[in-house]
């Protein structure tokens, strides 16, 4: 079956630091795999997708992700993470249907 | 575009009572999602549906939760009875289907049952 692991479920990071958040995932074939982002009070919005072609991927807001079909990885980072980038982050999975299976979520805390 | 448009924003209820929740997807999308997020259980897929016609209702907690999609613009969530177990912020989301499954999410209805 199709899982997504987050292992970190808070992460604290200075302004200014980078970051790096984890996301695993199992699938039997190509995966699509997505990054969302949650601010508080607010609805998931998506950062970057992986479909084909280059393994390292750019988003919204200075993110990028990189795919690693060895590891099963899909890790978003950014350089300098900014107070504003504080929320929580999903990893995602197309499920080979209609469906995306989502991991449990990362939630960034960041210091000034 | 307006986005993924959800009504009310916020509902408290008493237990017992019908709720009512309401979602108008980005015109154009004909896939629509309907979750539920906790913080005991996280994001769950409750239904979704193509082209107006339920897929996948799976994930729908029990008989008191029913969703309807009359048109390809308007979907609704009921619950009937409420309970405070209920009590949650329910996302829709939509989709163009066959575009490799890339979703967009409402703001949510933070939903409270007393």
């Known amino acids: 079956a199709q899982s997504v692991t987050q292992p970190d479920i808070h992460i604290t990071v200075s302004e200014g630091a980078s970051l790096e958040l984890r996301c695993n995932y199992s699938?039997?074939?190509?995966?699509?795999l997505f990054w969302y982002v949650q601010s508080p009070g607010q609805g998931l919005q998506l950062l970057l997708k992986?479909?084909?072609?280059?393994?390292l991927v750019q988003g919204i807001k200075g993110f990028e992700a990189e795919f690693k079909r060895s590891q099963s990885s899909f890790n978003l980072r950014k350089p300098s993470v900014h107070w504003s980038d504080a929320a929580e982050y999903f990893c995602?999975?197309?499920?080979?249907?209609?469906?995306?299976?989502f991991g449990t979520g990362t939630r960034l805390q960041v210091f000034p | 575009d307006a986005g993924v448009i959800q009504s009310p924003r916020h509902e408290v209820t008493e237990m017992g009572q019908e709720v009512t929740l309401r979602c108008k997807p980005i015109?154009?999308?004909?896939?629509l999602f309907w979750y539920r997020q906790t913080m005991m259980r996280g994001l769950e897929l409750l239904i979704y549906?193509?082209?107006?016609?339920?897929?996948?209702d799976s994930g729908m907690p029990e008989d008191r939760f029913s969703a309807k999609m009359p048109n390809a613009s308007f979907s609704t969530l009921k619950i009937q009875p409420s309970e405070p177990r209920d009590s949650a912020v329910y996302f829709c989301?939509?989709?163009?289907?066959?575009?490799?499954?890339?979703?967009?999410f409402g703001p949510g209805t933070r939903l409270t049952v007393t």
């Open positions: 989301a939509s989709r163009i289907r066959g575009t490799a499954y890339e979703q967009y």
């Open positions: 699938y039997g074939a190509t995966p699509y």
């Open positions: 992986y479909f084909s072609g280059d393994t």
């Open positions: 995602a999975v197309g499920a080979g249907t209609d469906k995306l299976i």
């Open positions: 015109s154009g999308h004909n896939s």
């Open positions: 549906f193509n082209n107006n016609v339920p897929i996948d």
